[in-house]
C-alpha cells in the first residue's frame, strides 16, 4: 500500500530487508553478504545486523549471523490470527481423513507461494509441506492458479523481464511458455504441476474464492506416490477440490 514519504520509516525497511536475506539458500551471514543481499553499504548491514542480534531475532558467533527461534513469533501470530488459516483448515482436515493424502492451503508473496495451512501425512518431502514454506511460484501448481487469478495486464508486468529459474528438467523456464500455461489455467481454473519443483512429486491445485468472487488463495494437493500420477490426480482428486472450494467459499 503507498504511503506518504513523511510516513515511511528507513531504518525499518532496511531491518527488515537484512532480516529477510536469511533463507534456505543463505542460512548463515556475515556483514558483506547481508548487504550484498539487502541493498545496503556493508557499515549499514553490520549495524542492522547486532542491533538484530542484540533484540534476540538473530544468533551470532561473532563473525556469522543466523536466525533464532525469536523470528517464529511473527508466523505464529499470524497463523494464531489470521482468518484465512482457520476458516480453511477443517476443510483440509476432511480431505486428508477422506484421501490419506497432503492438502495445503496457499497465497501468493511476490515470486513465491507460501503455505498458511496444511494438513495430512507428515512425512517429509524436499517440496516443503511446512507450514510457512516458500515455493517458486511459476514451478507450482499454486503458483500458477494464483497468477492466473491475477489481471492480464499485471500478470503481463509480474513476468516482464523476471528470471524463472531452472529447478529439475521439467520445470518452465521460459516466460512465453509460462504465458500459454497460465492462459490455460485461466480457462480450466485448475492446475497440474508434474516433477517441475522437484522430481518425482505432482500437485493439482484450484483457486479459493469468497464470495466476491475474488481469489484469496489456493488449494492444492501434493503426493510423491506412483498411483498418483498426474491423470489420476485430475481423475480422482480434482472433483474433490473442486467441491471443497466450493463449500469453502462462505467462509473466505
Known amino acids: 500500500m503507498p504511503i506518504a514519504r ?32 539487502a541493498g545496503l553499504t556493508r557499515a549499514a548491514a553490520r549495524r542492522h545486523l547486532l542491533t538484530l542480534a ?16 525469536k523470528v517464529l ?10 482468518r484465512l488459516p482457520r476458516a480453511i483448515q477443517p476443510t483440509l482436515d476432511r480431505l486428508a481423513a477422506r484421501t490419506g493424502e497432503a492438502f495445503s492451503a496457499v497465497v501468493l508473496d511476490g515470486d513465491q507461494v507460501v503455505i498458511i495451512a496444511r494438513s ?18 511459476h514451478a507450482t501448481s499454486t503458483g500458477r492458479v494464483l497468477l492466473a487469478a491475477r489481471p492480464r495486464a499485471e500478470f503481463a508486468a509480474w513476468l516482464r523481464g523476471r528470471e524463472l529459474p531452472r529447478l529439475t528438467a521439467h520445470t518452465t523456464t521460459d516466460p512465453r511458455r509460462l504465458r500459454e500455461v497460465v492462459a490455460q489455467v485461466r480457462e480450466q481454473d485448475w492446475c497440474v504441476a508434474s516433477e517441475e519443483h522437484e522430481l518425482g512429486v505432482h500437485a493439482l491445485a484450484v ?19 506412483d498411483r498418483l500420477l498426474p491423470p489420476t490426480l485430475q481423475r480422482d482428486l480434482l472433483p474433490l477440490l473442486q467441491e471443497a472450494a466450493r463449500e469453502a467459499r462462505p467462509l473466505l
Not at 54 to 69: I, K
Not at 73 to 82: D, E, H, I, N, V
Not at 121 to 129: E, I, K, S
Open 54 to 69: 542484540h533484540l534476540g531475532y538473530l544468533e551470532t558467533d561473532g563473525s556469522h549471523f543466523w536466525l533464532s527461534p
Open 73 to 82: 513469533r511473527f508466523s505464529g501470530s499470524y497463523l494464531a490470527s489470521a
Open 120 to 137: 495430512g501425512p507428515t512425512r517429509l518431502l524436499a517440496y516443503g509441506l511446512h507450514l510457512g514454506a516458500r515455493l517458486p511460484a
Open 207 to 225: 483457486p479459493l474464492r469468497n464470495l466476491e468472487g475474488r481469489v484469496v488463495a489456493a488449494l492444492n494437493v501434493v503426493t510423491a506416490r
Open 6 to 37: 513523511a510516513d515511511f520509516i528507513e531504518g525499518m525497511a532496511k531491518g527488515l530487508a537484512v532480516l529477510e536475506s536469511f533463507d534456505t539458500e543463505r542460512q548463515r551471514l556475515n556483514a558483506t553478504l547481508a548487504a550484498q543481499r
